[in-house]
């Protein structure tokens, strides 16, 4: 098991998919912590009683059915579904909206979700998804990319309230794939993955709703930093020290 996550941990964003399915085939006594514990590519579904398109993934779904956050229906129809609580319910349907402003000023478009449900230890669990298709047919406002995807997962789970105060755990996950394909550079590919923990010990007086917020924002600007850092500045460095600018390759050259 711990050689299967290491191998999921290093495969690429687009061929997850293709190995779990390889891995569940090879190791079918441990399906359930793999299909638990292994974060694939969002995939969307349209509510077809608002029209709206909602996020797919292990925390909406039972059996083959997916309960969407805008009408609370699962599709395809499932007649003893699990739902949120009365009180969690409203809290969801508050959450989804607030978090879709928040990625229309930090993503300019893509499709976000919100999902909430009790857990056992007198709390709850929320899960905010974003899925931002950046290529040139997708959802983003400036698709310059041949094919460009942004998947983002965070998972909280808020304790009980004590004394005022709330402890919180976020796990986050974002998968990136981008695919460049320009007659001066030729075609790039590049993709992969980070998952980061934080937890805080928080005042409830602001609501959870903004306690959530907070991290989230915070979570997403450290993930970023990170992906830029290893994915992107590690990506320069190579191609800079393999295929330096000409002039950096002249001052290299002995004299003659």
């Avoid at 191998?7 to 061929?15: C, D």
């Avoid at 797919?56 to 805008?70: G, H, I, Q, T, V």
Wanted: proline fraction near 5%; charge should be negative; aromatic fraction near 8%.
């Amino acid at each position: 098991m711990e050689a299967a996550m290491g191998l999921m941990r290093r495969m690429p964003p687009r061929h997850s998919e293709t190995a779990l399915s390889a891995l569940l085939s090879l190791l079918p006594q441990h399906s359930s912590d793999l299909l638990s514990q292994v974060d694939l590519p969002l995939q969307v579904l349209c509510d077809v009683d608002n029209g709206k398109e909602f996020i797919l993934c292990e925390y909406n779904r039972d059996a083959d059915s997916y309960r969407s956050p805008w009408s609370n229906k699962y599709h395809p129809p499932l007649e003893d579904g699990p739902y949120p609580s009365s009180e969690l319910r409203k809290l969801e349907i508050e959450a989804n909206d607030i978090f879709a402003i928040y990625r229309d000023q930090y993503y300019e478009g893509g499709i976000s979700s919100v999902y909430m449900w009790e857990d056992d230890n007198e709390g709850f669990v929320a899960c905010f998804l974003i899925k931002k298709d950046g290529s040139k047919t997708g959802h983003g406002r400036r698709g310059c990319l041949e094919e460009g995807a942004w998947d983002a997962i965070h998972v909280i789970e808020v304790g009980p309230e004590e004394e005022g105060t709330t402890r919180y755990c976020l796990t986050s996950t974002v998968m990136l794939s981008l695919t460049t394909d320009d007659e001066s550079s030729g075609t790039f590919s590049l993709s992969g993955s980070l998952r980061r923990q934080m937890n805080m010990n928080l005042s409830v007086a602001d609501g959870h709703l903004c306690n959530m917020g907070k991290m989230i924002e915070e979570m997403e600007g450290k993930l970023r930093n990170s992906l830029d850092q290893v994915y992107f500045g590690k990506t320069r460095e190579m191609v800079c020290t393999l295929r330096p600018p000409a002039e950096v390759a002249q001052m290299r050259l002995p004299d003659s």
